[in-house]
């Protein structure tokens, strides 16, 4: 067996001396940053969601499905077209900030953008001219397809940026403006305008976004220009992270839908999606807290912080596993009830699917070691690993998906990512000799499955909204019970946690402070707060 891999720092190679990052003002804290995500996850889930029951009930099965169609089209041309360098930007801008060289972070910024905004200018035109190949002419309704994929592709940029400057504040503020235009610009384009006016209402929750990022081109002057070994990585991280995530893209991005439209119909994409949507219901809130963890671990690394790295790790992917489980597993087990009450009896044929999916949603818990991946600039072993992931969805979507459909699409699509997630623990766990808390996740697990066994047995019993009225906060009460007697969490975790609720609104942050200390059994050795 090989040695763990230790952590390098390139930027310091021929310098003894650590970068001087003491006198240099961090622009914020992880936990900080990660309450400002929490308000942000608020915002951007609750009018996502909403956005999705409102076409659901305007448009029917067969327009949800091409709504899906159309806006899975634009994600992939996003990533597709972007080149890695988004992702690029939020890494270098905050290693060089962590450096304390400001000046050098705002040269590459203006470097990497300058390129992305005529990569997608130009994608943008191609889409549009592309769209008979996807069965649309060169339409008002293609129009709206380029226009919308041109706006979410700048806004994108602008985000990503934001994260590398980590000023979640602002993505904040940001994520509500749009969530509150989307709302209100798909309902009334859904009513007048169909699917046409839906994508037209998307585009127009993208302009804020997309205003401040050509903004932010013509309004930054750098001082220095981005030196070429700096532009050499770059370019080299791009490249890896864009091959990275075309194949991440084909086992995470819901490659389904092309072949659900292949060998199906725009019905069955609807069937899939709604319980993908359900899905994001239960995992968007505590993913997007995981938003500042890539800059925050570039940090780390600029400042050749080991142990931080460790412990942010261990304890951020405890603490995520512990809320996705019950949350994902525990909406799937009332998916009987609450899909027909949302969507409407039109999409009861979709409840085994989304049971499916929602339930392997709890996966996500491993988004904490691909941030660090990304981070420790790893992106080659999530080619690799995104390659035969890639391969297996592909082979799956031949053979599963023309025979089984939507059920066979939500099988395939949690195998493969379970195979993908456990090789991507295994490795953070034996080559960047990170630990990873096995037991206190089994325990987690363990916990979130009997919760959910008690709000199942409930649902079958009463199978109404007093059904799920009662069975919700059964299941929270077992679930919590588990887990303090379980002695699920080590002192650094609830410390963790603890942090984070500090930065949280108040009566938001008061109320997880006292969850805390209940689930907690060190009740004086947590810096007198547990």
């Not at 919308?148 to 590398?164: D, E, K």
């Not at 002695?487 to 109320?511: I, K, S, T």
Request: aromatic share 10%.
């Amino acid at each position: 067996m090989t040695a763990p891999d230790t952590i390098t720092f390139p930027e310091s190679a021929g310098n003894p001396e650590p970068p001087a990052t003491a006198a240099f003002r961090r622009p914020s804290s992880l936990l900080r940053n990660t309450g400002w995500s929490a308000i942000a996850t608020v915002a951007l889930l609750a009018s996502r969601f909403v956005t999705n029951i409102a076409v659901a009930r305007l448009l029917g099965p067969k327009g949800t499905g091409i709504v899906a169609y159309d806006l899975w089209l634009v994600d992939i041309g996003t990533a597709l077209a972007g080149l890695g360098l988004n992702f690029t930007a939020t890494r270098f801008v905050a290693d060089l900030y962590g450096q304390a060289r400001p000046a050098e972070a705002r040269a590459i910024t203006t470097w990497l953008h300058r390129r992305y905004c005529a990569i997608t200018g130009f994608s943008a035109i191609f889409l549009i001219l592309i769209q008979p190949v996807f069965g649309h002419k060169i339409a008002p309704h293609s129009m709206a397809i380029g226009l919308y994929f041109l706006l979410q592709a700048l806004s994108v940029f602008y985000l990503a940026y934001l994260a590398g400057r980590q000023q979640f504040h602002q993505i904040a503020r940001l994520n509500a403006l749009s969530g509150l235009l989307l709302v209100v610009a798909t309902a009334i384009g859904g009513h007048f305008g169909g699917a046409f006016g839906v994508l037209l209402g998307y585009a127009a929750a993208a302009v804020p976004g997309a205003s401040l990022s050509l903004a932010l081109l013509y309004g930054t002057k750098p001082d220095v220009r981005p030196d070429r070994e700096i532009r050499r990585r770059c370019v080299k991280y791009a490249v890896s992270t864009w091959i990275a995530t075309l194949l991440s893209l084909l086992v995470w991005s819901r490659l389904e839908i092309a072949f659900l439209q292949r060998y199906w119909a725009s019905e069955s994409i609807a069937m899939f999606t709604v319980g993908l949507t359900l899905s994001s219901l239960a995992t968007q809130g505590p993913l997007l807290l995981t938003g500042p963890l890539l800059p925050h671990f570039a940090q780390r690394v600029g400042e050749q912080d080991r142990k931080g790295i460790v412990s942010v790790y261990g304890s951020g992917t405890l603490l995520l596993a512990a809320t996705l489980f019950p949350l994902c597993i525990g909406l799937a087990s009332i998916t009987p009830i609450v899909l027909p009450l949302l969507y409407g009896n039109a999409f009861r044929a979709a409840v085994p699917t989304a049971m499916v999916l929602i339930a392997f949603s709890a996966l996500s818990f491993a988004n904490v070691g691909s941030a660090l991946l990304y981070a420790r600039e790893r992106s080659g072993f999530i080619a690799l690993s995104g390659a035969l992931g890639a391969a297996l969805s592909i082979a799956s979507g031949f053979i599963i998906i023309p025979r089984w459909g939507p059920w066979g699409a939500a099988w395939s699509r949690a195998i493969v990512q379970t195979s993908m997630i456990a090789l991507s623990v295994w490795y953070i766990s034996k080559r960047l000799a990170c630990p990873v808390p096995f037991r206190a996740i089994g325990k987690v697990l363990g916990a979130a499955l009997a919760a959910a066994g008690i709000s199942y047995s409930i649902g079958r019993v009463i199978a109404d909204v007093r059904g799920v009225l009662l069975a919700v906060p059964a299941a929270a009460i077992s679930y919590l019970v588990c887990i303090k007697y379980g002695r699920v969490f080590q002192e650094a975790d609830l410390a963790m946690a603890l942090r984070v609720a500090d930065r949280l609104p108040r009566r938001m942050g008061q109320g997880l402070s006292t969850g805390l200390t209940w689930l907690s059994g060190h009740y004086e050795s947590i810096g007198g707060r547990l």
